[in-house]
Structure formats: structure tokens, C-alpha cells
């Protein structure tokens, strides 16, 4: 039985040898991945075979050209080796043409072996010898070059500069990989339903074109990212099983890496841990094939987040260690850069490592802010926009050409009635006085338009800004916050501590506030019950109680404005801290309810916070340093509100005040 299945592999990969190049066929050589797909995951064994054969010249630059680009898909060593051995072959020959195609595949292989500068300088200087059929290949690479140095706005440029010349040469799987490229860069831009937009057409393009090659499995996992992104579970999987199908057909190790990385990702979110490990397992071992520091960075990334998330900090910090080794001091996607420092954050964090922690958002902080850029976002989307109307002008010429033609086989056809020139004199005078006055018209309407975009364009602007504003006073307030707790850390002193505490917890109901601001689109106002909601979740982590304190908000949502809210948010912490302090005995279960409505009263609301606990007897002192009780008092006056206090079976704090919605965007 053995000797029969080893004499059929052998038959097979015969067959398959003849069916790639044949020198008895026209033509000798069906290109992989271009003629056919029909082949299993020994077609590179059996290139390797037919170049040690006496090949035309041409025909041993085309075999050892794709055998190169290839390799780099298992072994980028050996991809490195046979494109430099290839190229030298192709300088030999002064044969211009294949020397710019070799270029490219040189750049692409150093592009993976993360040598970016090295990828760029070969790329760029293969431009100015590449055929007009080479440029789609050439300009996918220097934006694969552009998206690893995190220059998201570069990259989309080279994608549609390589979709313009895909349509152009009328090359489909030029467009499939532009569109492709585009999903993939508004996954990173978290736009993820423009993601899918494209990812989708690339796939149709993909299906039309009819060869299941690297980049088509490399498109599916690019749209199962952005499914998985908006948590459609089924379709990310659905796209990951087919990308995984193709990969492991063809043995594609750097497309099998990322593939099981998402699908790590995946199961991590749907809390299936086991299949998470082994994924991630999957991930680190392909990446240690391909000796690729790009993806084996990335594969202990998500073992580590894996760990975060599974209570693991002491093993998470030690697979973070191995990934940022990985990346070294040159890496240069610093997107996935910026995500490993948040997870060095939070594992430090856990374990109580204040400082390090605090380093580490720094890094993350700087590096996120590098990458997710205002600039970044409007360029992508401005060039996409340049683009369309590109398409739009040209459609418009040859409308305008037709209908330019048109127009004068009419002329010619009312020349021919002499009866009625006359008529048709008048005819065309009253038509010229028509046109006249819509031009008058058209002239006028560009500039009502026009300035209409201007102020379309100014209110943009100064909304980004007002976002940028409230973002940049949140990441100031969480910085207070860190320093107030490495200050806490740093004291022995029980008291100093609860204040360090009680202050923290004031500093982060106001960061929610801002964070909100610039996280929806109404920049004047805060909905409240989704606040209240984040607001008890923080100081329940903070006094370490969700185990065993509910905090239930039954309220309907409700907009106020930013002059309101910050006040009525610091009441509520105020609330919240007491009730958790003094309201309930020690590790006593109970429920704290939050409630803000509209009374009958005309514009009178009321909010109401209570507890079910132990109370406080009348006429007893009140605990703490009393700072928290006059602070409540200070915001009530400020809100000209009243403040009513009622204890039985618990305490119900309830406050009546005035308030008035604002209108037109003038706040009360």
C-alpha cells in the first residue's frame, strides 16, 4: 500500500511538472498563479526542477522570476538568494525588462525581511525600467513599503496610483489588489464598513478572474478582519476558513501566520480560550518558519493579549518581552507597535506595577497618536474622493462628445430646410439669450455653492478641532490620574491614600465626560445614563466591589449639556465613593440605583442615588474628612438645586434642580 501511494505522489508530481513547463507545448511555460491554479503545494519543487533544465533565456528569467517571488511566501532567505542569482542573470543578458521585474520581486522580499529603506530604494529604482504592465506590481509594493512604515496616507496613494493604471491596462487582478490594499487601510483607519465595501468588490474581481492565488486568500483574511471588527462573528470566520483552505493548499506560510492570528482574535472575543491558544501556537510557528520578525511580533502579541485577558499578567509581560525583542528598535509598523505597549500597560497594571505601566501608555499614547492622525483619516478619504470624480470627469467627456455630435447632425439637418431660416434665425437668437441667462444662473449657483462648501469645510475643521481639544484634556486628565496613583503607591499612609483615591476618581468622572465629547457626534452634550453606567463600572473596579455591589441605572437616556453634566457627574462620584465607603458592612452584597428624570414641574429634574444597606442612624457624626459632603453641597448651590437625604432600609440621596435644554447650540 505504501510502495503504491509513494509511485502515485511520484506520478502526480510528475504530471504536474509537465503541466507548468513543457518545452513541446505552445507556449513551453503556463505561469503560475496566471495560466492556472491547478497545482498543489509542490509547484516550487518543480519549478526548481525545470530551471536546472536548458531553458531559453527568456523563458529561465520568467520560471526563476516567479521561483524567487514564491519562496518568499516559505523561506525569505532563499527567496533573497534566487532573486539576486536570477537578477544577475537577467544584468548578463542587458535584458531591461526582466531586470525592473526582478527589481520588484527583490523589493518585496526585502520588504518582508523588514529591511524597508533597502525595499524602497530597489523599488524606486526600478520605476523608470519597468514595462506601463509592471507598474500595478511595482506600485502594491512601495505601498506595502509606505503601510509597514506606518504612513497610512503614502500607502493609500500608491494603491489608487495602482488602481488608475490597473484600469487603465484594463488588468483585473491589478484592480482586485488595489481594492484590496484599500480594505486593508481602512481596517487600520477603523473604517471598517468601508472596509468591507471594497474588501468585497476585490473578492468579486478575485472570483471573475478565476485563479486562487496568494492575494486572493490574503483579500478573504482582509475582509474576515473587518467583520471581526464589527463583531459579525460568523462572516469573519466564514472568510478566515477560506483563507486558511487556499493557504494551507499552497502552503503559503507568511498568509497562514496572519490567518491564524485573526483567527485567534476570534475565538479570543467568542471565549472559546482553548482554540484561541492553539491558534496563536499556530501563529508563532509559521512566523518561526517564514523567519518573518513582522509576523512573529504580531503572533506573541496576540498570545499576550490572549493572556491579559485570561488573568495571565506575569506571562503576558513575558510574551510582550519576547515580542518587542522581536520588533527591535527599528520596527516600523507602528500600529501594531502602539498595541503591544497598551497590553505591556495593562499586564503591569495588573500585577500593580504602577511605573512600568505608566511608561508604557506613554509609548502607546505617542505611538497611537502617530499613526491614527487627522491628517491620515482626511487624506485617505480626500484622495478616494479625487478619484471618484476622476472617473465621473471622464464619463462626463464622452457624454459631452456624443452629445457634441449630436448637435451637429441636427444643424445639418435643419440647414437643409431653407423654408426656415428665418424661423429658425429667431429660433437660435432666442435659444442664445437663454443660454446667456443660464450661464448668469450656473455662475451664480457655483458661487452660492462655493461658499457653501467653504463653510461645510470651516465647520468641519473647527469641529475636529473642538474633538482634538476634549481628547487632548482627556489623555491630560488620565495622566493626572496615573500620577495620582503612582503618588498613592508611593505612601504608606492609609488616609492619604483614600484621598489620592477619592481624587482620582473625581479626575476620571470629568475624563468620561470629555471622552464622550469627542467619541459621538453631538459636541455640546453628554447622554447621561451611558455615563452614569462607565462612571460605576470605573469606581467598582476601583474599590475592587463588582463582585459583589450592583449598580443598576433604570433611567431612560438623556442629553445634558457639558455645563451640567460635569457638575451632576461629580456628584454622582461623590455618591457613588460614599455609598461603597460607608453604606454597606464588610463584604455585605447589596445595590446602588441611579435615577435622573423630568418631574411634572416645568423644566424641573431630579436625580435620585440610593443604596440598600446599612444606613445611618439620625444625629450620628458623618465618616471621612467631610471634604466629600461639602463638595456635594458647593455642586448643588451651583445647580440652585435642593438636597434631601432619606435613611430607611438604606440611604436615598435625592436632589431636585432646574434646567433648561438648550436651543440652536446656545447652552442654558
Known amino acids: 500500500m505504501k510502495i503504491f501511494f509513494t509511485c502515485t505522489m511520484l506520478l502526480l508530481s510528475f504530471a504536474s511538472a509537465a503541466q507548468l513547463v513543457d518545452l513541446s507545448r505552445v507556449p ?59 537578477l544577475a542573470f537577467a544584468k548578463g543578458l542587458h535584458n531591461k525588462i526582466w531586470e525592473g521585474r526582478l527589481l520588484v520581486t527583490l523589493g518585496a522580499v526585502l520588504l518582508r525581511q523588514e529591511k524597508l529603506d533597502s525595499a524602497f530604494a530597489v523599488l524606486t529604482s526600478a520605476i523608470p525600467i519597468v514595462t506601463k504592465k509592471d507598474l500595478p506590481q511595482l ?65 468579486a474581481l478575485f472570483k471573475q478572474r478565476g485563479i486562487e492565488d496568494m492575494d486572493y486568500s490574503f483579500t478573504l483574511y482582509v475582509l474576515g478582519n473587518n467583520y471581526l471588527s464589527v463583531k459579525d462573528y460568523p462572516d469573519a470566520l466564514q472568510y478566515f476558513k477560506l483563507a486558511l483552505a487556499q493557504s494551507e493548499r499552497y502552503q503559503f506560510y507568511n498568509n497562514l501566520a496572519d490567518i491564524y492570528i485573526a483567527l485567534n482574535q476570534l475565538y479570543t472575543l467568542t471565549s472559546d480560550y482553548a482554540k484561541a491558544t492553539f491558534n496563536a501556537r499556530q501563529a508563532i510557528r509559521y512566523s518561526t518558519l517564514l523567519d518573518n520578525n513582522f509576523m512573529l511580533m504580531r503572533s506573541w502579541l496576540c498570545l499576550a493579549h490572549l493572556q491579559n485577558l485570561t488573568h495571565q499578567p506575569d506571562t503576558a509581560i513575558t510574551s510582550l518581552k519576547i515580542c518587542l525583542q522581536v520588533a527591535g528598535n527599528n520596527f516600523g509598523d507602528k500600529f501594531f507597535l502602539s498595541r503591544a505597549y497598551k497590553e505591556l500597560g495593562d499586564a503591569y497594571a495588573t500585577t500593580g506595577d504602577y511605573k512600568n505601566a505608566y511608561t508604557a501608555f506613554q509609548q502607546y499614547d505617542i505611538l497611537k497618536d502617530s499613526v491614527f492622525t487627522a491628517e491620515a483619516d482626511q487624506r485617505v478619504a480626500r484622495l ?58 450656473e455662475v451664480l449657483n457655483e458661487n452660492l455653492e462655493q461658499k457653501n462648501n467653504q463653510l461645510d469645510k470651516r465647520n468641519a475643521e473647527n469641529e475636529l478641532l473642538l474633538k482634538e481639544i476634549h481628547h487632548r484634556v482627556k489623555n491630560n486628565l488620565e495622566i493626572v490620574s496615573g500620577l495620582l496613583a503612582l503618588q498613592a503607591a508611593q505612601t504608606d499612609h492609609p ?48 474599590y475592587n466591589a463588582a463582585d459583589r455591589i450592583r449598580i443598576t441605572c433604570n433611567m431612560h437616556p438623556m442629553d445634558l449639556d457639558v455645563d451640567t453634566a460635569v457638575p451632576i457627574g461629580l456628584i454622582a462620584n461623590e455618591l457613588l465613593t460614599n455609598s461603597l465607603k460607608y453604606g454597606f458592612a464588610a463584604n455585605q452584597p447589596g445595590e446602588i440605583t441611579i435615577d435622573l428624570k423630568k418631574t411634572e414641574v416645568p423644566d424641573e429634574y431630579i436625580f435620585c442615588l440610593g443604596d440598600n444597606g446599612i444606613g445611618r442612624p439620625e444625629n450620628t457624626i458623618a465618616k471621612g474628612t467631610g471634604f466629600g459632603t461639602e463638595l456635594v453641597n458647593l455642586l448643588v448651590q451651583q445647580l440652585n438645586g435642593k438636597l434631601t437625604t432619606c435613611i430607611n432600609h438604606g440611604t436615598l440621596i435625592t436632589i431636585h434642580f432646574k434646567y433648561t435644554k438648550p436651543h440652536n447650540g446656545h447652552t442654558r
Open 139 to 203: 506600485y502594491t509594493q512601495l505601498g506595502y513599503v509606505m503601510e509597514r512604515k506606518g504612513q497610512l496616507s503614502k500607502a493609500a496613494d500608491y494603491a489608487l496610483e495602482a488602481l488608475h493604471t490597473g484600469d487603465t491596462l484594463h488588468d483585473m487582478k491589478a484592480q482586485a489588489m488595489a481594492y484590496s490594499d484599500l480594505s486593508n487601510l481602512f481596517w487600520k483607519q477603523s473604517k471598517f464598513d468601508k472596509g468591507i465595501e471594497y474588501g468585497l468588490h476585490s473578492v
Open 384 to 441: 478616494q474622493t479625487e478619484f471618484e470624480v476622476a472617473q465621473k470627469e471622464t464619463t462626463i467627456k464622452t457624454q459631452q462628445q456624443s452629445i457634441t455630435q449630436q448637435k451637429r447632425l441636427q444643424w445639418l439637418t435643419l440647414s437643409a430646410a431653407g423654408l426656415l431660416v428665418l424661423i429658425l434665425a429667431g429660433l437660435y437668437r432666442t435659444y442664445q439669450n437663454k443660454q446667456k441667462v443660464n450661464a448668469q444662473l
Open 495 to 542: 488616609s492619604a491614600q483614600a484621598v489620592m483615591q477619592a481624587s482620582q476618581n473625581r479626575v476620571l468622572s470629568m475624563g468620561i465626560i470629555h471622552q464622550k465629547l469627542y467619541q459621538k457626534g453631538n459636541l455640546a452634550g453628554i447622554e447621561m445614563k451611558d455615563y452614569f453606567h462607565n462612571l460605576g463600572e470605573s469606581i467598582l473596579d476601583a
Open 28 to 86: 513551453p511555460y503556463r505561469p503560475v498563479f496566471v495560466a492556472t491554479d491547478a497545482f498543489d503545494s509542490s509547484y516550487l519543487t518543480e519549478l526548481e526542477k525545470a530551471t536546472t533544465q536548458n531553458l531559453p533565456d527568456t523563458l529561465q528569467l520568467a520560471v526563476g522570476n516567479d521561483l524567487a517571488y514564491y519562496w518568499h511566501t516559505r523561506n525569505l532567505d532563499k527567496a533573497c538568494s534566487l532573486t539576486y542569482k536570477t
